[in-house]
Each structure stands twice: as C-alpha cells, then as structure tokens.
C-alpha cells in the first residue's frame, strides 16, 4: 500500500491526490499532510482522511484547526517550515506528493529524501532553485522520484523501456495560456482576473499566472533537464493549443512518442502513485473524434521573453535558475495582489538576473542566500518603479 505524505494538501494538486486516494483506499492511505492556512478546508480533509500527522503554515492557523477539530479525534498538529518537514519525513509513509507551490518546496523534499521516501514531485521548483543537490541526494538515497506534472509524467511514460541514448529530443508542449492570442502591445492593460482564466487548466493563481507568462513552461524546461538527465539543447517547447498532447519524445530514428489525454491532472497524479501499473481512473476518456483537430504553432520567444530567459539561466548555471525563480515568486505576487502591471512581471525578473553573479556548483546554503539575494532585489526594483 502507498501510505502518502501530502504536502500542499489545500492547492489543486492536493485536492486532485485526495480525490484518486477516496476512489483507491484498499491501495492509498494519507498518513501526514501539509497546508497553508486553508483550515476550513483543511478540517474537511483532516476528518474524511484521518492523517497521523498535520501541519499547517502558521501558530495561529494551527489553534484555528484544534478549535474546529475540537471534540473530534485529531491528530498531531504543527507549523511552519519544521513542520513541513515532520510530514515529509513521517515514520509511516513510504511516498511524499509534494505538491505545494515555490521554493518552499525544496527543505521538505530534501527531508524526504534523507528519509529515503519515494518521491511524487508536483513542485517544480524544487528542481529549479537546487536541481543538482537534489539529484545527487537522490542518487545518493537510492530513491525515485517520479515527475507528476503533467509534461514531465508524459516524458517519462514515453521513456519506459527506451534507452537515453537513443533520444534525439524531448518537445514539452505549452497551451500558450491565458493571453495566447494577444500581442504584446495588448497586454499592457490586461487585468488579474483575465490572466487567471487559463483556456484548458484548473490552476492554483500562481501557476496560471506563470503560463500566462510562459515563465511555467521556462520552469519545466529546466525541471526536465534535471530529471531526465539531457542538455538544454535537446529540451524543445512547442505550442499546442488543446493541450491534448502533453508531451513528446522523438528518438534518433525519427520515431516520435507522445503521450496523449484530456487536461485532468488526477491521471498523472494517479501514475505516479500507482507506477510501475495502472488502476482504474473516474476521469473523461479522450474521444479523438470527437475532438476533431489539434493545433499547434512554433515557439514565439520574443513573445514569451520570460521562456527564453528560462533557457539562458538554465544554460548559465549555477545559482541563476534559484535567482530566476525568486525574482519570479516576488513579481507574481505583487501583481496578484495589484502593485504591478503584467508585464512588470518580465521586467522585475530580468532586471534582477542581469544583476546577479552567479555561484557555480553552489552549497544548498549559497542556493538559499541567492534566493533571498533575489527576493530583496525584486522588490527593491518593485519599489522604485
């Protein structure tokens, strides 16, 4: 049985996980889960899943849930990012989904794996800020860690029983997001809740926000270098409107494989709780006729400024991907919460990788430094305008 550490329990991954456990409990089991300070529905999850062990983001949202879960049996109850990490290291769980948002991700994952806990890894950013230390670790530990996002699961389902040598490319394909069929001259004025509205995904805000700006696609690109072991060379995007096809791998003989379903994140979820097999999934089934056709369109980078930084980060090295995503988190919040433009976003973390130099081969504590570097300066250029 997979007993499941769940961190990021309240997101849309989370919920997503919860779903495929309700329909497999003779298989999965959610021992431990994490949240921020979404205790209401937190408390709904805690009383349907009865984990061992719960930690939320805060004191204050840990007393709110003692107090709705007041009465009930309740299980231990803790906070912030020691807490984070108790879940993802909790004695009784065999896998870790981590699938909270940002680089809050990393610590916990690292904790699951000096564990020795196989890894469902939603948190992509986990990879980006410290892709080489996190590798290694795993290496290290002998553990797995199995891509959940839906362009990574399709790489690796289209890698099974291939050899890496026999890849000529791997192509991630993008739906291009929220703005797709405007101009850059048309997004100066394009508000919060526009960029919100992805055509084909239900997203957590920051996420959609991120493929608005392809900075998500940017973020994959340097996830699937790490995880699948190929340079930036060999590592295409590719717009793909339906986002039917969720990625391909093409090997040295021109044969392409691609992994095909409707946007339902429960499928790869499901994958890499179930892998190496597959169970039954209560999810539409893809219907080609009735779909019809599939488009697709080359990757405009002068378009998406923000993916072909993503590329020259990637390619530099070093501290500048954990820089990138930083200055990214900060620019995303603050337009979220209306202190910027969106086009702001590609300034702000421009300006702040232009001034970052880089530490090649860096310490998890040099990764951590250049992440708050970038954070401070991201703001800083946010406040002078």
């Known amino acids: ?13 989370g919920t997503s996980t919860l779903d495929v456990v309700s329909q497999h409990p003779e298989e ?12 209401d529905l937190l408390a709904k999850q805690v009383r349907e899943h009865r984990p061992e062990l719960v930690s939320v983001g ?26 984070l990490e108790l879940v993802a290291s909790h004695s009784d769980a065999n896998f870790v989904m981590t699938a909270v948002v940002g680089s809050v ?20 950013e986990t990879l980006v800020c410290a892709g080489s230390v996190v590798m290694k670790a795993a290496k290290e530990k002998g553990v797995p860690i199995i891509p959940v996002d839906s362009e990574h ?50 997203m957590g805000a920051k996420i959609t926000i991120d493929s608005a700006t392809m900075m998500n696609k940017g973020l994959e690109v340097i996830e699937a270098h790490w995880l699948f072991d190929l ?26 494989m691609a992994q095909l379903g409707t946007p339902d994140m429960r499928v790869p979820i499901q994958y890499a709780l179930s892998y190496p ?46 820089v990138l995503n930083a200055a990214n988190e900060v620019a995303v919040e603050h337009f979220l919460a209306g202190s910027i433009r969106f086009l702001d976003i590609e300034r702000i973390v421009k300006l702040t990788c232009d001034a970052h130099s880089a530490i090649q081969e860096p310490s998890l504590e040099e990764i951590f430094a250049a992440d708050s570097w970038a954070r401070s300066r991201a703001l800083a250029f946010i406040q002078t305008g």
């Open 105 to 124: 991700g990393l610590a916990p994952t690292l904790a699951a794996i000096q564990a020795g806990k196989t890894i469902g890894l939603a948190n992509k």
């Open 58 to 83: 805060t004191e204050q949202a840990a007393l709110d849930l003692r107090e709705q879960l007041r009465g009930e049996p309740a299980p231990e109850i803790v906070c912030g990012t020691e807490g």
């Open 28 to 39: 999965f089991e959610v021992v431990a889960m994490a949240a921020g300070n979404n205790v």
């Open 277 to 322: 097999g597959r169970k039954l999934l209560n999810t539409e089934p893809l219907d080609l006729v009735k779909l019809g056709t599939l488009h697709f369109a080359a990757m405009d980078f002068a378009r998406y400024p923000l993916l072909q930084l993503a590329y020259e980060c990637g390619k530099a090295g070093g501290t500048y991907t954990a």
């Open 231 to 256: 340079p930036y060379e060999q590592i295409e995007t590719l717009l793909h409107y339906e986002s039917i096809i969720h990625s391909m791998v093409e090997y040295k003989d021109s044969a392409v």
């Open 153 to 202: 699961s399709a790489l690796f389902q289209c890698l099974q029983g291939e050899r890496r040598e026999d890849v000529s490319r791997v192509i991630i394909t993008a739906s291009g997001g929220s703005f797709r069929h405007l101009k850059r001259e048309e997004l100066e004025k394009v508000t919060v809740e526009q960029a919100l509205a992805h055509p084909n995904w239900s």
């Open 1 to 13: 049985m997979r007993r499941i550490a769940l961190l990021g329990s309240t997101g849309s991954i």
